[in-house]
């Protein structure tokens, strides 16, 4: 069965690849590549024996997205990555952000619906949710007006697939993930942030390898246990996987709603410094960092209610937060020694 999977060779569709490979789906992808690395294709041949199909070429291009359609019409299913993802970055370039995320769905929606193609997972986040007033947060809070232009593509597009299903035969799955960190068993493939990056777990972990001098810890006055803030880390393999089952429930047609939106989470919430501490814990080594101020537009504590994804799809995140720091911390040991 043939699945596409944009946005591929990145972090999260990486992962996502080898998983469906795994499992005896045929994937192609397509990518861009303006925020990922070819090398990430022989990754994934070495790890599943299976040099996905690949197609280079941006899904705003409305024609080139309309003819890649007309040769594939027999996809099955849509895992649709491919999206910027910076917050910063897209407050100062918001038009960037809704050209990339929102032409490129629209395309692929167009595409689905002329090819009779049916089901789409996306790729959304509990960005949607803001600061939510009770935790652990359900599929049911209200979705809250973004903070960022990034935040806004997501609720945005959540929008336009929910009018979409509504008029077509086309079903929609919204995954929302919590914050995924981590990287492969194999540390074959991982997360390759391009320049200095945004995220907590790549920016421990390359301050710990010497790229980066000292970790900034983001605020100690919030209202949590020890003042940091609170997230819900989910390892890339455990979000991977529900990917797979997201796609089967599609295919055997289990949906009970022609749009359906689930947490992807662990349902555990641990501040910055337990992360810090479980990295220092699992690595044997002190991390360089100093409490600074808050960063604009983080929220306090967010972490996920995650019964309907497990009672709903059967799936449960299973690695803890140490397995999580030290697999990400033997991937940057890895690019360390690719050098
Ligand atoms: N943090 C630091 N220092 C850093 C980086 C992060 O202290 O150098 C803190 C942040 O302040 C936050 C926590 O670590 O409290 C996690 O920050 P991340 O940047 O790793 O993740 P966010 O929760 O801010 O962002 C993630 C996704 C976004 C998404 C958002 C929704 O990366 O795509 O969740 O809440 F929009």
């Not at 090819?115 to 600061?131: A, D, K, M, P, R």
């Not at 945005?156 to 799955?173: A, F, R």
């Not at 972490?303 to 990400?328: H, I, Y």
Request: aromatic share 10%; charged share 25%; glycine share 8%.
């Amino acid at each position: 069965m043939k699945i596409l999977v944009t946005g591929g060779v990145g972090y999260i569709g990486s992962h996502t690849v080898v998983e469906l490979q795994q499992k005896g789906y045929e994937v192609i992808i397509v990518d861009n590549l303006s925020n990922s690395n070819i090398g990430v294709l022989d990754a994934i041949a070495e790890i599943t024996d299976i040099k996905p199909a690949f197609e280079e070429f941006d899904l705003v291009d409305k024609n080139l997205t309309e003819d890649f359609f007309k040769r594939h019409s027999d996809i099955k299913g849509i895992i649709h990555f491919a999206a910027y993802k910076a917050v910063g970055e897209s407050v100062a370039e918001p038009l960037m952000y809704y050209r990339n995320n929102l032409y490129s769905l629209v395309n692929i929606l167009q595409g689905m619906k002329d090819n009779n193609i049916e089901n789409l997972v996306f790729s959304s986040s509990c960005t949607v949710y803001g600061q939510p007033e009770e935790l652990p947060v359900t599929e049911n809070a209200p979705v809250q007006k973004a903070e960022s232009p990034y935040g806004n593509t997501k609720q945005i597009s959540e929008e336009v697939i929910l009018d979409t299903v509504k008029s077509t035969d086309i079903k929609g799955i919204a995954l929302r993930y919590f914050n995924p960190i981590g990287a492969h068993e194999s540390a074959i493939i991982g997360e390759l942030p391009l320049g200095i990056p945004n995220n907590l777990m790549p920016f421990i972990t390359q301050t710990a390898i010497g790229i980066r001098e000292q970790l900034s810890v983001f605020g100690d006055d919030y209202n949590t246990p020890d003042g940091t803030a609170i997230r819900d880390y989910i390892h890339v393999v455990d979000l991977a996987k529900a990917h797979v089952i997201a796609v089967e429930r599609m295919v055997n047609k289990k949906m009970k709603k022609s749009f359906e939106y689930f947490n992807l989470g662990t349902g555990n919430g641990y501040s910055v410094l337990e992360v810090i501490k479980s990295f220092e814990r699992v690595t044997e080594q002190k991390l360089n960092y100093k409490i600074v101020g808050r960063r604009a537009g983080d929220v306090e504590q967010v972490w996920a209610d995650t019964n309907f994804a497990n009672d709903e799809l059967g799936w449960k995140a299973e690695q803890s937060l140490d397995k999580m720091t030290l697999s990400a911390w033997k991937w940057e040991q890895k690019l360390a020694s690719n050098k």
